[in-house]
C-alpha cells in the first residue's frame, strides 16, 4: 500500500524560494521584466544547481494547476512561508511570474551562471557541504561537545563518506576564491554557520586551508 508523502515534500523547493523572500523584505518585488532581490538570488542558486531550478518549475506547475486554496494542498500551504503578493496581483499571480522568471534563467542561464552569492542566505544554498560542516560541527555548542577543533574535524571525517568529502574539499576550494579578502571570508563563515572562532593564532582562511588538506587526503585514501 502506498502511503502520501508527509507535508512539506511535495513543494520543497517553494518553500525554500519563499524562505528566500523571507530574508528580503518578505514581499514578492518582482516585475515581467526585472526579478526582485530574492528572486535573482534563487536565480543565481537554479543556475549553479539547475535540477533545482526544474524541480522548483515542476512544483510551481502543479500548485497553480491545482490552486492555492485548493483543499487538496491545505496541509502542504499551511507549511508555507507567507509572502506578501506584489500590489495589484494575487499571490497565484505572483509565482506565476516568478515561474516565468525561472524559466526563461534555465534556457538561458548565462546571465546567473558564475556569479557567487550576495544575500546571506545565498552561501548556505551554494555551498551545502561546508554548510553542513561548519553549521553542525562549529556551532555555538561546540565547546560542550568537543575539546578541539581538530577533534571535532576527525568526528566529521569518520562520518562522511569519500563522496562527501569530494564535494567538501571543492566547496571549501570555491569559498575560499569566491570571498577573496579576509573581511569577505570573515562574512562568508559566519554566513555558513561557523559561531566559533578558528583556533588560536589562525586566521579563518589559514584554518579554512588546513582543513581542506585534511579533506582532501582522507578523501583520497
Known sequence: MDFPAAPGHRFHETQNLLRAYGQTGNSFT????TPGPALRGFLRVATRFPARGTRLLRELDDLLTVGLFSPEIADEVDLMPRVRPTEGRSVEESLSLV??????????PERWAGSGPEERWEWGEFF???????GAYFHQDFSYEYASHREAIEDYLA?????ELGRAFTELSEVLAVAGSDEELDHA?????MEVSPPEG????????GVASLIHRHAQG
Open 202 to 209: 589562525e586566521t579563518p582562511r589559514q584554518w579554512l586551508n
Open 159 to 163: 562520518g562522511s563518506t569519500r563522496e
Open 99 to 108: 515561474r516565468d522568471h525561472v524559466r526563461a534563467a534555465l534556457r538561458n
Open 128 to 134: 551545502p557541504a561546508v554548510f553542513q560542516l561548519l
Open 30 to 33: 518582482d516585475t515581467p521584466d
Open 189 to 193: 563563515v559566519r554566513a555558513l554557520g
